[in-house]
């Protein structure tokens, strides 16, 4: 198993252009979840998957955020028309659900780094 | 709600000192607690947990002890090395209807020279 892995690692795109990312998590992780990290900051949660399902997303997930997980493994996620604003370092994490306890552990991606001129 | 706020940075040691990154929590439920790291150019790293009070994690040499009566959890290791130079992520994971979420703290800077 080679881990959570993400692609590109660096995006550089012009204001107003669409960009789209890709997780592939570990293999048989049913849970996948998208976070922001700004520098100086710590992660910041996006949305959260369950196989294919999006059961969860945050406020910070404007309606220019679209994430998509259509068979349950890879994930996608896209911003239209990007801002300056969403420059920053988006992470990608997937867990297992244990048998006994839902504090499943997040195992992260390396991240895609966006700059938006 | 839930929030985690851990000593701002950066901290610098010398190799062999004693290391303490204090966090604490907030929380409505019973979380669990962890540290992650994330070195240079990498990913972050689940580095220990604790899943319920005085448990205590501990991975290479770093410990942490789950406290409810001070909500903390902080982070210690008896003697640094170089290559424990890296940010240092606090974090809690609580329980929703749908699954759990993660809240972070905003990472400590630590930097040990030789």
């Known amino acids: 198993d080679t881990g959570v892995s993400q692609n590109p690692r660096h995006k550089i795109t012009k204001r107003g252009q669409n960009v789209t990312f890709r997780c592939d998590p570990i293999?048989?992780?049913?849970?996948l979840y998208w976070y922001r990290q700004t520098l100086g900051q710590g992660p910041e949660f996006l949305t959260y998957f369950q196989n294919e399902a999006q059961l969860e997303k945050s406020r910070l997930l404007s309606d220019r955020f679209s994430a998509e997980r259509p068979k349950g493994s890879f994930s996608t996620l896209e911003i239209q028309r990007t801002e300056q604003g969403d420059s920053a370092m988006y992470l990608c994490a997937s867990s297992s659900e244990t048998r006994d306890s839902w504090m499943d552990t997040q195992y992260f991606g390396p991240g895609t780094r966006l700059t938006v001129l | 709600g839930n929030s985690v706020t851990q000593m701002e940075g950066p901290v610098t040691l010398s190799e062999e000192a004693f290391l303490t990154i204090n966090c604490t929590y907030t929380?409505?439920?019973?979380?669990?607690l962890f540290w992650y790291v994330q070195y240079p150019g990498e990913g972050l790293q689940l580095l220990l947990k604790?899943?319920?009070?005085?448990d205590k994690g501990s991975n290479k040499g770093f410990e942490a002890t789950y406290r409810k009566e001070t909500t903390s959890f902080h982070l210690e290791k008896g003697s640094v090395q170089v290559s424990d130079s890296a940010v240092y992520f606090c974090?809690?994971?609580?329980?929703?209807?749908?699954?759990?979420?993660?809240?972070f703290g905003t990472g400590t800077s630590l930097t040990v020279i030789p």
């Open positions: 974090a809690l994971s609580d329980v929703t209807n749908t699954g759990n979420q993660f809240y």
């Open positions: 929380a409505t439920g019973y979380p669990s």
């Open positions: 293999s048989e992780h049913n849970r």
């Open positions: 604790a899943t319920k009070a005085d």
